[in-house]
């Protein structure tokens, strides 16, 4: 069986031949073909490789706006014939003989991070830099789009999941939970009474829309080209929207904070446009959390900044968060559900990416995918 | 009498029909005459115009970068006529009604930043930002470079010279040596053990050299294209020097820290060029902390930084450090004179500017003048 | 006129002289007539005596737990003769020279802090112990229940209320909120998601158990003697009520935590009993801040907490977070409001410390005096 | 072979029956034989139990404070019949399946801290709760007063040894460096400028010592009874000396601190009459930063102290600081070998305990056994 949107280029891949796969070791993935094209493929069930791995069965997981990057061809660590995906929730198969925290059976959280918890970088908790680990996942090695994934470092890269937890809520705990706060609310030093804004209400976005209000910021203004994301937006906490089409977005940031600008701005989206926004509208002392993907540099106007007292910070997640954020589920402080707009089976994968790649039409923001 | 060193000019100056000053009420300064032009003048004796104000009568005072930028016409808030210098140590001449810190005959420090101790920005410690204070001497008021100046805010602008201590290391507090401290080392955050690197090596960027090794960094590298400078930079306490003039410096920094680049990038120069020098050899987690003050915009690429969690960095020096600093020279753990080069009369600081303004050749760091 | 509760004893006082008082400049003040006794007392209305003074007609005050310390006689530093009351609101009558931010006509909130904004403390912006401020109102110089006060200090001790804002919840930010706040939860680090335990819920707990929710943490729990007061806390957010009254807290408090104990202990009483009941249910890793005002010594148990990573803070407040909780107040994030139990005038507050001093019975929280 | 010190009291050991032990699987080691008691025993080599640990053969070891306190009984979590020792350097012998970072061969230092890196309280970098590691080695588990030794959690519990580094002084960062710099100085909280008391010139508050100069603090002044160490502690870089056997430390502080006190006190002794006069000496806004093992509880004075803004602090060494104590080690800002008074064979290390338990006959600091 194979199921692919875009059949003719699929014989350009080496690896290509048909493979006899024994049904009982054999799984439907969700596989990077080459740029622009992508497949829902027969594949071997993962097998463990060091004594630190496991074996998790996906049940949900879901597609990241990343994913559309490396389908674009954007993202030259990830090689055609990878399985997808970097998030997930599902259930411990099998454990390699050093791992003591999880066993066949127990319900786990996949983290987009793997950490070796040894390394130089994770001795900082700087996970995302994991020396043999950071984001492989869907990556450099194959993802959690497919009925099984295999998880290096799984002690320190696979969370319980309380008893009684939602765990479509989970699957938003793998990265853009943990990605909208640490890179944009925590490096954001987002204060009690102080004035946020983040430019880009796509899913990240909305992310750290939901975790800056652990802190109680007095006004988040959320901005975006989109009406109908600005409209969640408002439902989601914002006090006030900007939509930024007409080119004054930075004139109506002005009156909305006395002249003065904000304390926060978080870059969501990766594009020159948005952070130089975000470089116009902070106020001295304030800093500028970059969140977004960018493909290109940007203009950083010092002769401005220089005196202004500023900093601006960017990050790969670490999830070091991903303990905090279970606590704080488990109290209800907020409801990550809001941010899933449709559900698929796995084998409805192909349509899932369709409408999560047409989110203007579509108004998708996340999609849970059932395996 | 009237000391110019571009006579011809200064006719074009509304303000310089001649004056007739009474002697007792007058004294020399430096003026900023226009664009390439100063003259050292007679004046009138500043008055006190607040109660919170004082009348500082200089002994010694210095020359900036800064005040070069000026005489280039590069600082708009800075207007011909007038006088320049924000920095220098005096004696309490007069006070206002509301001066209760200081009274005449005090030995002060004069700050290069006035803070009203009140404002928004003042309470948040960001005394560059004061509302009605920050850097105005020699600015937008009139400054140091003369026999006595009006210090706006006196109590929390000046500081007591503790007995004993020498004033002309105390000169360089006013200016240079939190100016390094802060904008460079604090902000940079040096922490011991860690990898700095010092791209700059004038007297800003020696004054981060020294302050940096309050916090006992296992490496610091001074990179500039002066070896002179870079040889006064070992005497300091770098402990590798690199000569980025043949455009290796990147790779020389990369082989001076296996390759991981440096924890804290420290420009000191004000360019495009080093400022990305500084982007390309920041190790993951890193922070530029930027002192330069910078003309035109520089190139932020973060195609390559989105995912490197790095920190960037801006700042005036807010003199917060001051205090600080006054104790710690108590304690004799820095020597602040080995930046004196040069020493020379007021009546002579047409030379000094000359001295001061052709380093390269002089090998001039700080000149003082005394008054 | 002279109304007290404590006739016979005021004989005591050598100051006690009839004064033949000119209508026009006397008003009405709550005084402390010695332990046990105050009386409602006709006195002068005070002047300007520095140039940074104001005058404040008051239109609203209140009473705290320290006023009754203090007519117990506890607190060595408030001698009889003096005017009572360190919170309120009100109308700014005249102004020294030196003070730019306030003119006659504005309306303002005192601080219970009076900070001079230059003094080494200052400047560290611990304004609770300014050398020539820090709580000196109603305590070394005349306070605020009274028809005037002289603020000492005024730039920096007043703040401008906002348009439209509830001058009687401003009253709560004169005193109980900024303590709650940085003694309780900013010192001790409460965080999205961590435990806390707030021992006593008093006015003071309660608002730190307000303020604790600027940061999301996951549980909060209330301990206190009296069901009434953690039926309020419940209201007001706690998570989790215990009544200490049986001598199990430490039970209860380990079973709300799996036996980890609590990340933050806030301690709001001030006796050894519940600071050694803080010592007992901190986690390790954890904070224990003090607020309580402490009239002996505790038993500290280092032979159990050498080794368990944890933090003890003391504070006097420092009224740092006011610019930051009058924000806050605008963005309706909290409603101090609720804090307030019973209204009196100024004539009739001779009940409301009666009233204010039997809150067992009363039910009472805060009392509003109207002046 | 059997070497005691008490050898009739060895009879009441369960497990002192005769053992006939194969010399090539036999060793050497120290024996905690019960309160007041240990013994130079032959024990068996360790093994290999779990996949994380490795076999370590030991070349230098030491001796603590805290084996002093394990001989008086003091210590009841180690047992009659335990190895001592948690310090030492060595080469592995043998590595479980799932150790990576380390192979037979390496010279490896051994932290006092066995941390599995993926717990919760490794995860927050708080090493010494890890809930399977922690201070395990010659306390719960046998140590490292022997020739071999087996260190759980090799991969985070081990470092490796820099080309060319100093054995000797590296034996000093097992334990004594990390715990003075840790629970002293970053606890502490030195910072440039500041000034610090560390009271009790022992080997730790000598650490505390060289380490707090890494901050630049403008005064350091050692307080002990014993003029020789407080020699010693000038030569290591104390600024003051205070003997404190006459009682009149206080005023002996107050005076070299313009009565202000100090910023940060660090308690290196362990009673209640050392702890009880940081808290007289502490300044406001100070820190008292705890490092003594404490057997009975202190008096916290905080009928003086809840008003003075300082903060306490416990903490067990976490040993999170030693890549970075290995990195200044190398950049030579300390030399800990300062602290190394005798040497001694492994066979003669009942001497060497006897030599270090008499220190103030002996003038032993640290001692060095060779294995």
């Known amino acids: 069986m194979l199921i692919t949107d875009s059949l003719p ?16 070791s054999s ?40 994913d559309l990057h490396i389908l674009k061809g ?49 001795r ?15 990556n450099s090695i ?23 937890a939602d765990e479509e809520a989970l699957v938003m705990l793998s990265d853009i939970l943990p990605t909208g706060f640490e890179c944009g609310v925590l490096n954001g030093k987002v204060q009690p009474g102080n004035t946020v804004a983040i ?26 080209l989109d009406d109908n994301r600005l409209e969640v937006a408002k439902r989601f906490g914002a006090t006030a929207t900007v939509n930024s089409t007409d080119g004054k977005a930075l004139d109506a940031v002005m009156n909305l904070t006395e002249k003065r600008g904000v304390d926060t701005a978080i870059e969501a989206v990766g594009i020159p446009a948005t952070f130089e926004l975000c470089e116009k509208i902070i106020a001295p002392g304030g800093t500028i959390a970059n969140i977004g993907v960018h493909g290109t540099k940007v203009d950083l106007h010092l002769e401005n900044l220089w005196d202004r007292n500023i900093t601006i910070t960017t990050r790969l997640v670490d999830t070091v968060s991903t303990p905090m954020l279970l606590n ?6 907020i409801d990550p559900k809001l941010l899933i707009t449709h559900r698929f089976k796995l084998d409805k994968i192909m349509d899932a990416y369709e409408t999560f790649g047409h989110a203007a039409s579509t108004r998708a923001l996340k999609v849970i995918i059932e395996a």
Chains 1, 2, 3, 4 share one sequence.
């Open 9 to 24: 280029e699929s014989t350009e891949r080496g690896d290509l031949r048909p493979i006899y796969i024994d049904r009982q």
């Open 27 to 66: 799984m439907k993935a969700l596989v990077y073909v080459g740029p622009g094209k992508k497949a829902l493929e027969n594949r071997p069930k993962p097998e463990i490789k060091a004594p630190t791995d496991a074996i998790v069965k996906i049940t949900k997981t879901t597609i990241c706006g990343t």
């Open 74 to 122: 954007d993202v030259p660590t990830c090689k055609p014939g990878r399985i997808l995906g970097h998030e997930g929730v599902g259930i411990v198969e099998k454990t390699g003989s050093a791992v003591t925290a999880f066993k066949a059976g127990d319900r786990v959280l996949i983290s987009c991070v793997s950490a070796c918890g040894k390394c130089v970088y994770c």
């Open 124 to 138: 900082k908790l700087m996970y995302s830099h994991c020396t043999t680990g950071g984001w492989i996942l869907g």
């Open 142 to 164: 194959d993802g959690t789009q497919a009925e099984y994934v295999r998880i290096p470092h799984a002690d320190s890269s696979l969370y319980p999941i309380p008893a009684g």
């Open 199 to 224: 430019v880009g209400a796509g899913p990240i976005g909305l992310a750290a829309l939901l975790t800056a209000q652990f802190y109680s910021p007095g006004k988040i203004i959320m901005i975006d």
């Open 328 to 333: 704080i589920l488990q109290s209800h402080k």
